[in-house]
């Protein structure tokens, strides 16, 4: 198999996998079937058209290649009919919600590189690429996104890039490589939601009157 179809093939998993979070979102909170696919495709769909975009790949592969739309499509459709099943399994879409983030993270920070933009920027370009979909998907369906929450997801896709442009750098980005960036990410999401690791917050107080005491 050649790097491009081992990568096609992430790319698709990817997809696939985030259009399954993005219509179980949806059916939770009980859109019709247009509106689960349409979530699902943006959630599966929508961080790699910003990676596009902003590697002035016109047009982005979502709407270039048939196999990308409608993969996102056929899965959110399956999710729909098939959603009392699923939702037994919450533990198994967390677990490849995971392991879309890291595929997504390598293929994205990987784009970036070979477009030729700067380690620095393909990191940030491949955190996104694994993060905008989720974004899309958590804005669509009126919720706080899960990036902008206390759980290590952004930060899990930061470090999987990181590692990518590493490999890149050092002539290591080979099939083992990459495969072992990916599971930085799957490991480090998953432990991260096993443990209940979570990211600082700030502390709120109540301000203080001249006397020490609140003012109500």
Do not use: N
């Not at 998993?13 to 219509?23: E, I, K, R, Y």
């Not at 620095?120 to 979909?133: D, S």
């Amino acid at each position: 198999m050649t790097t491009s179809t081992a990568l096609l093939l992430a790319d698709l998993t990817g997809v696939a996998v985030f259009a399954a979070s993005g219509a179980s979102a949806a059916v939770a909170k009980r859109l019709d079937l247009f509106g689960v696919v349409f979530v699902g495709f943006v959630a599966a769909l929508g961080g790699g058209i910003f990676r596009d975009l902003v590697i002035d790949e016109a047009p982005p592969l979502a709407f270039a290649d048939w196999r990308y739309a409608a993969t996102a499509a056929v899965t959110a459709t399956a999710v729909f009919w098939l959603h009392p099943q699923l939702a037994r399994l919450r533990t198994t879409v967390l677990v490849l919600d995971a392991a879309g983030l890291g595929l997504f993270t390598v293929t994205g920070t990987l784009k970036a590189l070979d477009a030729h933009v700067p380690a620095v920027g393909a990191v940030v370009i491949g955190m996104l690429t694994a993060i905008g979909g989720g974004l899309g998907r958590d804005l669509l369906t009126a919720e706080i996104p899960v990036v902008l929450r206390r759980e290590i997801y952004a930060v899990a896709a930061l470090a999987g890039s990181i590692l990518v442009a590493l490999l890149e750098r050092l002539g290591y980005a080979g099939a083992v490589g990459l495969t072992a960036a990916a599971l930085l990410v799957f490991v480090l999401r998953l432990v991260a939601l096993r443990r209940r690791w979570s990211a600082p917050v700030a502390t709120m107080r109540p301000p203080e009157t001249g006397l020490g005491r609140p003012p109500f």
